[in-house]
């Protein structure tokens, strides 16, 4: 659809000014009133290649990534007369994404050079840190008191047994990360696994919580797959 040429004040900027495409696409959104969150490409791409072709008038080099947006624009506006526009709209949806990451970053960069004068940075002043050393761990009372009736035979010249404090510190300690590279072996070995045949051969409790944690970091990562009915996983491909 045309357009009225509305450059008569743009022209007196120069390419250069702008760091990169996103910046002009951003310019010319805020100064055609267009909707950031529901582009019109046609019209973005007519404003936006009217500009260029106005700058290469006067200067013939234009930095490579103006010209690559230009054509990121074509394809997207020639997809979407597709009978099955799907991949435009993918396409514009991301575009529309990085405009506005664009807008939210050069808005925190306006504020931060106000904060920021020269090589001079306003910060707050260190806040005081607070420790908690107090022993937080639960025990046994059964465990702690065969603890205590161990440490009073020393009194009786008797070295202490070890065996009540198999329970304190003896216990083993199982990380997430650990069972990560634990499912991760299974699944190199057999390229998939019953989730509840991976929990067959771990009979410590803790062990078993950390293995179900993994599962839920690999899957929310993709780096793995549950099938519809969450009783099998495989490798995300």
């Known amino acids: 659809m045309p357009i009225e040429n509305e450059y008569s004040d743009v022209l007196k900027f120069k390419l250069d000014n702008f760091e990169g495409p996103l910046d002009l696409l951003l ?3 805020q100064k055609h009133k267009l909707n950031i969150n529901d582009i019109p490409i046609s019209i973005l791409l007519d404003q936006y290649m009217e500009y260029i072709n106005d700058y290469a008038e006067k200067n013939t080099e234009i930095a490579a990534e103006f010209l690559e947006m230009a054509a990121k624009l074509l394809y997207i506006k020639a997809a979407s007369l597709l009978p ?3 991949a435009a709209d993918i396409l514009k949806r991301e575009l529309e994404g990085r405009l506005i990451e664009y807008a939210v970053i050069k808005h925190l960069a306006a504020r931060l050079k106000i904060v ?7 910060v707050r002043e260190p806040l005081a840190m607070h420790f908690d050393n107090t022993y937080s761990l639960e025990h046994n009372k059964m465990i702690l008191h065969d603890v ?3 440490v009073n035979i020393v009194v009786q010249e008797k070295p202490p047994k070890l065996d009540p404090f198999e329970g304190i510190v003896t216990t083993k300690i199982f990380s997430v990360n650990s069972k990560i590279v634990y499912i991760l072996k299974i699944l190199y070995r057999t390229g998939k696994c019953i989730l509840s045949h991976m929990f067959d051969e771990i009979i410590d409790k803790s062990e078993r919580v950390a293995a179900f944690l993994a599962v839920l970091e690999l899957s929310k990562s993709g780096r793995i797959l549950l099938n519809a009915d969450n009783t099998e996983i495989c490798f995300n491909r």
């Open 148 to 150: 205590l009736s161990s």
């Open 27 to 29: 310019f010319l959104i």
């Open 116 to 122: 920021c004068k020269g090589d001079t940075f306003t």
């Open 84 to 86: 099955k526009p799907q």
